[in-house]
């Protein structure tokens, strides 16, 4: 079955250290975004990318960083510089031209 | 500056009743509309679109309203049921433009069903 895979689903992590979270998708889309959900703040996204090798900033884009080597991946690293971390983030992608996303299950992290 | 808007953090309805779920916008760029439901701890799944060339799109007991003039619009769900408890989201696409389908969502609603 396509869909779209985040990984771990829970994430721990110390101050002062980068953690990198997993996006994989097999559902042949081109587009994939990273959004991050605060309790009464909704969605807001944080990079997106429309093809291979490309990906622009979001709303609350800082202190953190991506890339798209392959159609397939979209890995998100929260680096030290992110000053609130601890969120829910949740990835998604959408064939171009269309709006619907797919999401995946999303993954909880914490800084501890 | 939120662009997508839902006032309402919370709703509970009785069971059986109509569910009416509000979202206002700012961005007149926007021409198109999505309802997302999210359970706890999981991806926001799907619910009904409607573009800004309709008023109305029906889905079921899913019927999604939308008033140009006053960048509104609203979720119907009748009849309501248990299952239908949940977080919903309101977003926003100016994708008419192509390669900007990304989507500004609201801060959620969530919707409690009252057996």
């Known amino acids: 079955d396509g869909g779209i895979t985040q990984s771990p689903k829970y994430l721990f992590r110390k101050e002062g250290q980068n953690v990198t979270l997993s996006c994989e998708q097999n559902?042949?889309?081109?587009?994939m975004y990273w959004y991050r959900q605060d309790p009464g703040q909704g969605l807001r996204l944080i990079y997106y990318s429309q093809i291979v090798n490309d990906f622009q900033k979001g709303d609350i884009a800082e202190g953190y960083s991506v890339s798209r080597e392959k159609k397939e991946s979209f890995p998100l690293t929260v680096t030290s510089a992110q000053k609130n971390p601890t969120a829910f983030y949740l990835c998604?992608?959408?064939?171009?031209?269309?709006?619907?996303?797919?999401f995946g299950s999303g993954t909880r992290l914490t800084v501890v | 500056d939120q662009q997508v808007k839902q006032n309402s953090p919370s709703l509970s309805v009785q069971e059986g009743r109509i569910s009416i779920l509000n979202c206002d916008y700012t961005?007149?760029?926007?021409?198109?509309f999505l309802w997302y439901k999210k359970y706890p701890a999981e991806g926001p799944t799907f619910l009904i679109s409607i573009s800004s060339i309709k008023d109305k799109n029906e889905d079921g007991r899913f019927t999604v309203f939308l008033n140009k003039s006053a960048k509104h619009l609203s979720l119907h769900i009748v009849p309501s049921q248990p299952g239908d408890s949940a977080v919903y989201f309101c977003?926003?696409?100016?994708?008419?433009?192509?390669?900007?389908?990304?989507?500004?969502f609201g801060t959620g609603t969530r919707l409690t069903i009252i057996p």
């Open positions: 977003a926003a696409s100016a994708g008419s433009n192509f390669g900007n389908e990304k989507l500004t």
């Open positions: 961005n007149s760029m926007f021409d198109y």
């Open positions: 559902l042949n889309h081109d587009a």
């Open positions: 998604a992608s959408s064939i171009r031209g269309n709006y619907g996303y797919t």
